[in-house]
């Protein structure tokens, strides 16, 4: 099996085993695990005549045009190569992270209920993002805004925003789910508690939007400024 065939094997057994992994069993180092192989496969891919080479030799000649353009610039080269390749690479590390962290819980919701001197207590586990319509949409919105970023287009921190608000949402239960709520009753001899709890995939989804938030906002900041 040659290095081409190789890499998209490992890209997509991967990928697909992160989803079904995450589903069935939300132990992070199988996730991890899935997700180094993806990475070796698509570094295979960079090597080999793909898209993704196509991709990475894309990104190359932008740093290097970036970079050409900086030293023809000798008066402010600090500032340009702050605008032209940290804020960028910055929002697209997060934008990816984002991205990540919807396969990661989200939530985890438990119950337990006792009478008559009988009780029972259950919980879901982690809720990744993925199976809850919330996380859809979160990985579309941090795929569109990596592409703004990369693209250097001024509105990307509207993706940001919108995945931020998304994440805050569920993390504060404005969408039914999340925000620590519990819920209690009693009667007579018995009791019942629920509970629907934020996880780490969500703090992390919520943090990576807001630092993109950020980034790309200043980054618009540096351009109007010359």
């Not at 982690?126 to 805004?145: Q, R, T």
């Not at 209690?184 to 996880?199: K, L």
């Not at 780490?200 to 919520?206: A, E, K, Q, R, S």
Request: charged share 10%; glycine share 12%.
């Amino acid at each position: 099996m040659d290095n081409k065939t190789t890499g998209y094997v490992l890209s997509v057994v991967g990928i697909v085993n992160m989803i079904l992994f995450n589903e069935i069993s939300y132990n992070i180092i199988p996730f991890i695990t899935f997700l180094a192989i993806s990475a070796y496969g698509i570094f295979l891919l960079s090597k080999e005549n793909t898209p993704i080479k196509t991709l990475f030799d894309k990104i190359k000649s932008y740093k290097s045009l970036n970079s050409q353009n900086n030293s023809s610039n000798p008066i402010e080269p600090s500032n340009a190569n702050f605008k032209n390749s940290k804020v960028n690479y910055i929002a697209l590390i997060t934008a990816g992270l984002a991205a990540i962290a919807v396969f990661l819980p989200w939530v985890e919701a438990s119950s337990s209920a006792s009478f008559g001197g009988y009780s029972a207590n259950y919980s879901s586990g982690g809720i990744s993002g993925i199976s809850i319509g919330g996380g859809i949409l979160g990985l579309l919105v941090a795929l569109a805004g990596g592409f703004m970023a990369f693209k250097n287009i001024k509105w990307a921190f509207i993706a940001g925003a919108l995945n931020f608000i998304n994440g805050l949402g569920y993390m504060l239960g404005w969408f039914g789910a999340g925000g620590g709520a519990s819920y209690s009753s009693s009667y007579g001899g018995g009791s019942a508690r629920a509970s629907v709890d934020p996880q780490v995939g969500l703090y992390l989804f919520v943090l990576a939007s807001l630092v993109f938030v950020i980034f790309t906002l200043k980054n618009l900041k540096a351009e109007k400024a010359e």
